[in-house]
Antibody, heavy 119, light 108 residues
């Protein structure tokens, strides 16, 4: 079964750093793009960026460039999303997504990681 | 603001046909994908490419495109189709992706 399993919910304070993970299984991890999607409370989906684990080619949405870092460790089939200094406005659910053969179509979604940033 | 525009809400009577649209200049060059999201759940891909359904998606879901508008059509809407629907595609640069604002579908 193809699946993406994300790390658990996080509660952090403003200014703290954070790295959340997404482990892929059931498919060739290095052959498909992995992306991250943000959903703020009660809001829509926002594409943050995408990485190709095979060569670490990474693209960021202009809205998130410089705000987060996307990386991947192909040796353990895991992608990461990290922040160096969280803000309250980073409170959201973050989904990792697997790209399909059609670049831009995400055929598998992780279960989501809830990140709460509050003082 | 999103480069893909969707109507915020649409309703359909049970068993009838409904079309949900997504507008954007990039859709003249790229296909849209469509996702269904039910409350408290992760989104699910329902249509991608010209008109492709992933395994397990009922054939009452179909996609089409004309000019700058992509459409998701549900033929014979069921109660379980009540959900939020999002389109996504490349942006006008072609190098990035973008989601539409989402459409809340109510089945009456």
């Amino acid at each position: 079964e193809v699946q993406l399993v994300q790390s658990g919910a996080e509660v952090k304070k403003p200014g703290e750093s954070l790295k959340i993970s997404c482990e892929g299984s059931g498919y060739s991890f290095t052959s498909y793009w992995i992306g991250w999607v943000r959903q703020m409370p009660g809001k829509g989906l926002e594409w943050m960026g995408i990485i190709y684990p095979g060569d670490s080619d990474t693209r960021y949405s202009p809205s998130f460039q410089g705000q987060v870092t996307i990386s991947a460790d192909k040796s353990i089939s895991t992608a990461y999303l990290q922040w160096s200094s969280l803000k309250a406005s980073d409170t959201a659910i973050y989904y990792c997504v697997k790209g399909s053969t059609d670049w831009g179509a995400f055929d598998i979604w992780g279960q989501g990681t809830m990140v709460t940033v509050s003082s | 603001s999103s480069e893909l525009t969707q109507d915020p809400a649409v309703s359909v009577a049970l068993g009838q046909t409904v079309r949900i649209t997504c507008q954007g200049d990039s859709l003249r060059s790229y296909y849209a994908s469509w996702y269904q999201q039910k409350p408290g759940q992760a989104p699910v891909l329902v249509i991608y490419g010209k008109n492709n359904r992933p395994s397990g998606i009922p054939d009452r879901f179909s996609g089409s495109s004309s000019g700058n508008t992509a459409s998701l059509t549900i033929t014979g809407a069921q109660a379980e189709d009540e959900a939020d629907y999002y389109c996504n595609s490349r942006d006008s640069s072609g190098d990035h992706l973008v989601f539409g604002g989402g459409t809340k579908l109510t089945v009456l």
